[in-house]
C-alpha cells in the first residue's frame, strides 16, 4: 500500500531557449508505489527526470523530498539524500566487469567491506546476474545490460529510485522479467520506484497510478484504468500529433 508524500514537484518549469520543456508542473510520488511517468515524444518526460535529478535546475517551482526542499541541490546530494536515477542510455562502465559496476555503485553508501560484498551479491542476484559476475559489462547481451543498470542505481539501497526507459530494446521475456525484478524491489525492499517507459501496456499493468504529460505539462493523472480512457491522452498518442 502506498503511504505519505515522498518527492512533491510543485509548479516546476523549465525552458530551453523559448522552449518550454517543462511547464508549470504538479505531481507528487507516495511511499512505496510505483508511479508511471508517461507521454508522447517530447512531452517532456527526460526533463522532468532531469530536473527531480538535481541534472537541471527548474527555473521556477519547488522539489520537495522526504520533506526537505531539494530545488537546485546537485545530483550526488540528491542520491546521498535517497534519490537515484538511471539513464534512458546505459550509463555502465564498460570496460569493468558486473561485480566492478555494481560495486560502483554501492561503495560510497556501504563502508564495511563485508556488508559491501554482501550488497553486492544480493543486487545481483535480485536481478539475475549472478553468473555473469566476472563477465565485462561491454560483453553483456542487451537486455543484461538494461538489468545491470537498474542494478548499479538500486544498489545504493534509494528511498526513490528512477527508472528511465528501462524496457528500452527488450523482447517480450525480458520485458516480463524486468518488471517482475521491479516489483520486487518495491515489495520487497520497499522502494518507491518512479517509472518512465514508452512500452505503455507494460507501465499499464506494473503502475497503480500513472501521470500522464503534453508539451511540457501534465495532460492526465489517476489509475491504469482512468488513463486510458481519458479523451485527452488517447488525442495526444492517436491523433494529436507528437509532442
Do not use: W
Not at 526542499?69 to 546505459?90: A, E, Y
Not at 559496476?101 to 551479491?121: C, P, S
Not at 545481483?124 to 537498474?150: C, F, W, Y
Request: charged fraction near 20%.
Amino acid at each position: 500500500m502506498a503511504g505519505g508524500t515522498l518527492l512533491e514537484a510543485s509548479g516546476i518549469s523549465r525552458s530551453f531557449g523559448g522552449l518550454k520543456a517543462v511547464s508549470n508542473l504538479s505531481f507528487a510520488v507516495r511511499e512505496n508505489e510505483i508511479l508511471g511517468l508517461i507521454g508522447p515524444n517530447g512531452a517532456g518526460k527526460s526533463t522532468t527526470f532531469n530536473l527531480i535529478s538535481g541534472y537541471y535546475r527548474p527555473h521556477a517551482g519547488k522539489l520537495t523530498f522526504a520533506g526537505r526542499d531539494i530545488t537546485g541541490f546537485k545530483p550526488s546530494k540528491v542520491g546521498r539524500l535517497g534519490l537515484v536515477r538511471t539513464f534512458q542510455h546505459h550509463s555502465l562502465l564498460a570496460d569493468l566487469s558486473v561485480y566492478e559496476n555494481i560495486l560502483t555503485g554501492a561503495y560510497m553508501f556501504v563502508r564495511d567491506a563485508a556488508e559491501r560484498e554482501q550488497r553486492i551479491r544480493e543486487t545481483a542476484g535480485l536481478v539475475g546476474l549472478t553468473s555473469h559476475m566476472d563477465e565485462l559489462a561491454k560483453n553483456l547481451p542487451h537486455g543484461h545490460q538494461r538489468l545491470l543498470s537498474i542494478a548499479i542505481a538500486f544498489a545504493s539501497r534509494p528511498k526513490l529510485l528512477c527508472l528511465d526507459e528501462p524496457l528500452t530494446g527488450l523482447n517480450g521475456a525480458e520485458i516480463n522479467h524486468a518488471l517482475d525484478v521491479i516489483r520486487r524491489i518495491r515489495d520487497d525492499f520497499g522502494t518507491t520506484i518512479l517509472l518512465v517507459d514508452h512500452n505503455i501496456r507494460a507501465v499499464m499493468r506494473t503502475c497503480g497510478r500513472i501521470v500522464v504529460l503534453n508539451f511540457g505539462e501534465k495532460l492526465a493523472e489517476g489509475s491504469p484504468e482512468d488513463v486510458s480512457r481519458n479523451p485527452e491522452v488517447i488525442r495526444a498518442y492517436l491523433g494529436g500529433g507528437t509532442a
